[in-house]
């Protein structure tokens, strides 16, 4: 299983940027494509960005894909997500948890529990 921690959420205006961290416990980390979520006020959660267990494969929501750029580091167990060119869009809850694979929008069924998430918020 992997339970994941996030943190590096705040405020911050328009066009500004944010790096976000998970850092994930869990003997299995490593061998798991890992993604960012996000959730705001009033909707279903929704994939952001995915990355493979190598790092080396990322995948993005259309809505972010040029802006966002997810990386990992499995010595750390520590996925990241690095957000620039922010939008009042972008306001949510972040969550990171493992995908069901690369390329997919979806959790992996029964990877553990969902974090407390970290908050950002973008302000025009």
């Known amino acids: 299983q992997v339970q994941p921690v996030e943190s590096g959420g705040g405020l911050v205006q328009a066009g500004g940027s944010l790096r976000l961290s998970c850092a994930a416990s869990?003997?299995?980390?490593?061998?798991?494509?890992m993604g960012w979520f996000r959730q705001a006020p009033g909707t279903e959660r929704r994939f952001v960005a995915g990355?493979?267990?190598?790092?080396?494969?990322?995948w993005y929501a259309d809505s972010v894909q040029g802006r966002f750029t997810i990386s990992r580091d499995n010595a750390k167990n520590v996925v990241y997500l690095q957000m620039t060119s922010l939008k009042p869009e972008d306001t949510a809850v972040y969550y990171c948890?493992?995908?069901?694979?690369?390329?997919?929008?979806?959790?992996?069924?029964?990877?553990?529990?969902w974090g407390q998430g970290t908050q950002v918020t973008v302000s025009s």
């Open positions: 948890a493992p995908t069901r694979g690369w390329g997919r929008l979806e959790v992996r069924p029964g990877f553990g529990s």
């Open positions: 990355v493979d267990w190598r790092g080396e494969r990322p």
């Open positions: 869990g003997r299995t980390f490593s061998t798991f494509s």
